[in-house]
């Protein structure tokens, strides 16, 4: 199984989940919301095998993209393969765009000279994201939790850009539509950990699974073959982006 969207680091007990999420060898990917958390985190990730931590800028805290966070940055996209959360969040959480946007074109000009394992933040604001990852050339990168036009999607697939699904898209009317539009190679599984609750607990990578069942039903395929192309997607996509 594999996780492409978690914060490990913003659970109550993450080094619990971390443990768990290791013996259960689910390859997740522990994403961060800013460089110096990246830093944080990095000490105690070395003795996992299977989490990979990523560098993030995200969006919603644009008013932290300082001039010392983004030399930060700078310092850890020469250290790992992973990059998330960044994005644009166009909602009404979100504020400043002119400065998101610049934040992003931050992190493009990065990916312009050298690929990452990305995921990307894009509520309210997939258009843009959209013209952004084309106007810098880079692609693939994973949309998670893609909550954006279903006529934007066949925009986004033709740009050769995958998709993160997690629990709480399976149990939206919306989430199902996107899902079932979503083609099965370009699919994959994310918990978004711990913004997802399951039966009114945290969710956690193990939690994927959830996805993986739901897809059995949808996809009119067994367990083992859903998990296989999950597995290839994954496979796929790290291998286009130059992470072994």
């Not at 768990?20 to 689910?26: D, H, K, V």
């Amino acid at each position: 199984m594999h996780d492409s969207h978690c914060h490990i680091d913003l659970y109550p007990d993450p080094y619990e989940v971390a443990i768990s999420t290791e013996r259960q060898r689910i390859t997740t990917i522990a994403v961060t919301n800013l460089p110096s958390a990246y830093y944080a985190a990095k000490p105690h990730m070395r003795q996992f095998r299977y989490l990979r931590l990523a560098v993030g800028l995200h969006p919603l805290l644009v008013q932290n993209h300082t001039a010392k966070e983004k030399d930060l940055f700078r310092q850890a996209f020469s250290e790992t393969h992973y990059v998330g959360e960044v994005g644009l969040d166009f909602s009404k959480q979100g504020t400043s765009k002119e400065q998101q946007v610049e934040s992003l074109k931050f992190v493009l000009s990065h990916l312009q000279q050298e690929p990452r394992f990305v995921t990307i933040h894009s509520r309210r604001a997939e258009s843009v994201v959209l013209q952004l990852l084309d106007d810098y050339g880079i692609q693939p990168v994973i949309f998670h939790w893609y909550s954006g036009p279903l006529k934007l999607l066949h925009n986004i697939i033709e740009s050769g850009h995958y998709f993160s699904v997690n629990a709480a898209m399976i149990h939206s009317k919306n989430g199902q539509r996107i899902v079932a539009r979503i083609p099965k190679e370009r699919l994959l599984t994310e918990s978004d950990g711990p913004f997802v609750k399951v039966n009114n607990h945290l969710i956690a990578p193990r939690n994927v699974m959830l996805v993986s069942e739901y897809l059995v039903d949808h996809w009119d395929s067994s367990c083992d073959i859903v998990i296989k192309q999950l597995d290839c997607n994954f496979n796929d996509y790290t291998n286009s982006v130059g992470v072994v």
